[in-house]
């Protein structure tokens, strides 16, 4: 696979033609067909057809010359952000969140519910097609406006089909067609991907635009992490990448892990983990929740329970951190709003075992999209997925019939 | 960035345009005219002038049909291999070699010596430079034939610029612009990347042409590893991705490091500490080839030694499988001449400790390329350069004006 996305705009002979006129327009700034005729190297009247095709498709359209300067005003093209619309589908263990955005990925409108992902994919699934039905007839659009939906699990997906894979948590979605199923209500395709991936994509969608290299990582019942690597996010070759939930931690090494084996981070580091520890120890900590509580409260051992987490969590980041060498670790999940004590924590161990040229520039913060960065994330998947190159032109194919 | 790589074949509007004729004959295949009009959906017109073009710059040609069909022979066109060439720079701790290769990374003709990297920039590329001209001299090339050059070396290098940064072992050239100086001489662009990085690009070009996750580990004087997720090569967000050598493994604790630290993986693992604590217990082993020597005689000692060594590493790999998710870990460098023993001990641990779903498909074997993984990765570095869309466009604008 070759990487051909940084190809350069000029293009004189028409001769690479890596970039089609819609993915110019994504970065929102306006430009005049003679603009884009420069830029696409295509001649004026094939410009002007596709602008037309994509007008009509509800993608791009007309914008006025605001600063006009005197002479006739030159008529501008820009992406139609709320010209189409899509879904972003956030099933967490115990609830579903959906939310309708336009195509640079704001929320129009959302909605959500608790229902736990056990109940399995049919009841789930159900409920999340009723509240995206609900949206759609809200915001007054029709099923014509959907372009895709995007949709976040928790749990590994197969990449290639969207197919859950041996999710530990979902009983009975295991290999479930999420895809053909939501597909063949809405008429549209659906991606489907790991929770915490799709949440790197929010994250970096929202916080860090610019930053090809970025690690997510979800600390709450469990732990895992999204990666973003030369600017794609990572799946590996069966979609596990980014699974440290079950890395070995030597600190562990007697703690039996839900996994069934021993030593495991998410058995010492995790919201559960620290509940479980502290109600050991005669606190009243049911679920990490309830730690988060107790440290806001100020109780010293919650904190440093916290803080000890921070560091175990910081062990397996050490490696991550010379293997990827991310310019920004996110620190995100129901445990990161324990405040700084997690971030301290990893921050310590992190920047004490990494070669300084490795940690000179790293930033390890926290989650700025908090909640919002799964459902931020499923869309942009959904938006990335309906504007590429290929869905366009099938687009344009089908409309010219 | 968006990946618009895997960009289809169709294209009926000429709406995406994603790939150029060049790009699809590099798969080796020949095509008739009519052919690349179907695919590019080009008018044959418009087919017939961009192979005349890259006929004139020597990148592909005709092909006769050998298998005709009893009807006028059609014309195939197919990637000219050895119609322009490469060089391929392999720079050591302690050597130099130098490659000429055709467009498929195939080597014409090569040469090398022994020099040392710490003699600094100047006397070093003088020498590659001057092997270079004698590798093209001897194969009747002239200047105007070469297209690019890839270059290797033992150091962290700064991607945008191909400038070595901060590296450890490679005194005076501390910001050395490469490209620059090479370019000056041969006219050509220079592409330079760290050693490790071009090992991987090469055992996956010879080995593992279709897998998109593989890690290339290299086992010598040092510890590092070259990784490519998602189909390419990732250098991370300074350029140290892969810097494997000096995470933290806790049988090493009480070892200082040449970093500085204590407990780096390359410490206790690499060939030079099995060289150090080998030759503590008695043995004559000053290198770590002396250590490969011991254990190819059948030496217990030597043997319990590298597998432990390969047990160390095995700790780091399991980090790495949890993030990345490969199909594939490469074991190469000099000590993976010692057998299966550095390799076995890796599988020990990283199969115990790793999930399964992340390990059911993972292969971890020994470099095929060997010590030609180094040139050939050199190569395949110039030539994906020399023959990405925007360089064949600037080459063909070039031409005809």
Not at 338 to 363: D, F, K, N
Request: charged residues 20%; proline residues 4%.
């Amino acid at each position: 696979m070759i990487d051909i996305s940084d190809a350069s705009h000029s293009n004189p002979l028409g001769f690479s033609g890596t970039r089609d006129m819609l993915q110019i327009l994504r970065d929102g700034r306006p430009r005049t067909r003679t603009e884009l005729a420069a830029i696409t190297g295509l001649a004026r009247s094939t410009v002007g057809l596709r602008v037309d095709a994509l007008v009509r498709l509800g993608l791009v359209g007309a914008v006025s010359d605001a600063v006009s300067t005197g002479g006739r005003p030159s008529s501008q093209i820009a992406l139609a952000a709320s010209g189409r619309t899509v879904l972003g589908v956030d099933i967490g263990a115990s609830h579903i969140r959906v939310a309708l955005t336009d195509l640079t990925g704001r929320i129009v409108d959302e909605g959500g519910e608790a229902i736990a992902v056990s109940e399995g994919p049919i009841p789930v699934l159900t409920r999340v097609a009723d509240l995206g039905k609900a949206l759609l007839e809200r915001s007054g659009r029709s099923a014509d406006d959907l372009l895709a939906i995007g949709v976040g699990v928790p749990g590994p997906v197969e990449h290639s089909t969207g197919r859950p894979t041996n999710p530990p948590i979902m009983p009975g979605w295991d290999r479930f067609d999420v895809p053909g199923w939501l597909g063949e209500i809405f008429g549209v395709p659906v991606l489907v991907d790991n929770d915490v991936n799709i949440m790197a994509l929010g994250e970096r969608e929202l916080a860090w635009p610019g930053v090809d290299d970025l690690i997510f990582v979800k600390v709450a019942t469990g732990i895992g992490s999204g990666v973003i690597s030369g600017g794609l996010l990572q799946r590996g070759d069966r979609g596990t990448a980014g699974d440290i939930g079950h890395v070995y931690v030597a600190r562990g090494a007697d703690v039996l892990c839900r996994c069934g084996n021993r030593g495991c981070l998410e058995a010492i580091a995790s919201g559960s983990a620290l509940a479980r520890i502290l109600g050991e120890s005669g606190l009243a900590t049911a679920t990490g929740q309830d730690v988060v509580e107790l440290v806001k409260r100020g109780n010293v051992d919650a904190i440093q329970a916290v803080r000890q987490a921070g560091r175990d969590i910081g062990e397996a980041l050490t490696i991550c951190v010379s293997l990827i060498n991310p310019a920004v670790i996110v620190i995100g999940g129901s445990l990161a709003q324990a405040g700084e004590h997690l971030i301290a924590g990893a921050r310590e161990i992190v920047y004490t075992r990494s070669m300084p040229i490795a940690t000179e520039h790293l930033q390890i913060t926290q989650s700025k999209a908090g909640p919002d960065a799964a459902i931020l994330g499923a869309s942009m998947l959904a938006i990335h997925h309906a504007l590429s190159p290929e869905r366009v032109e099938a687009m344009v194919t089908a409309s010219t019939r």
